[in-house]
């Protein structure tokens, strides 16, 4: 799809991993922004996963937890072998990936930063996640985003 691309959907074709990319409509500051992504994609909203900029003991660490959960610090923390992990200024994480808030991928980042990614993901059979700007979502393998990311995989979320 012409202007569809972003540095996301760029390293997935360069690296040719198997994905699709799906636009959405929701408002950016809608109450509960990744559920009616998940209702306006028509996926269960267990499937679709926010990338969350957070710092570890002072480093960046990009969190990749469902939607349908919130992000449990003190476990990320440990799933880095850090003490405190706390959401990163929304300034910072736009600086140091590249895009906007709302649309953080954890692909294609300006500053590759370590990252984690909720276990539940491994039992699905492919995830959703940002492809780098508002309006459109990456399908692809759980698997694919590890080894792309080189992410470690650990319990996230809270329910």
Not at 139 to 148: C, G
Request: hydrophobic share 45%; glycine share 10%.
């Amino acid at each position: 799809m012409a202007g569809q691309g972003t540095p996301a959907t760029a390293l997935l074709v360069k690296r040719g991993i198997a994905h699709r990319t799906h636009p959405y409509r929701v408002a950016p500051d809608a109450l509960n922004y990744g559920a009616l992504v998940a209702v306006a994609l028509g996926v269960a909203p267990e499937r679709v996963f926010k990338s969350l900029v957070t710092e570890v003991d002072g480093a960046l660490t990009v969190a990749v937890v469902p939607v349908t959960g919130e992000l449990d610090l003190k476990a990320l923390a440990a799933a880095v072998g850090g003490k405190r992990a706390a959401l990163a200024d929304r300034a910072v994480a736009e600086r140091a990936t590249g895009y906007v808030r709302g649309g953080i991928s954890p692909l294609g980042q300006r500053r590759r930063l370590p990252t984690v990614l909720d276990e539940s993901a491994l039992d699905l059979p492919t995830i959703y996640v940002s492809a780098g700007r508002r309006g459109l979502q990456l399908e692809l393998a759980a698997a694919d985003l590890v080894a792309l990311t080189d992410a470690r995989t650990a319990p996230l979320q809270t329910h």
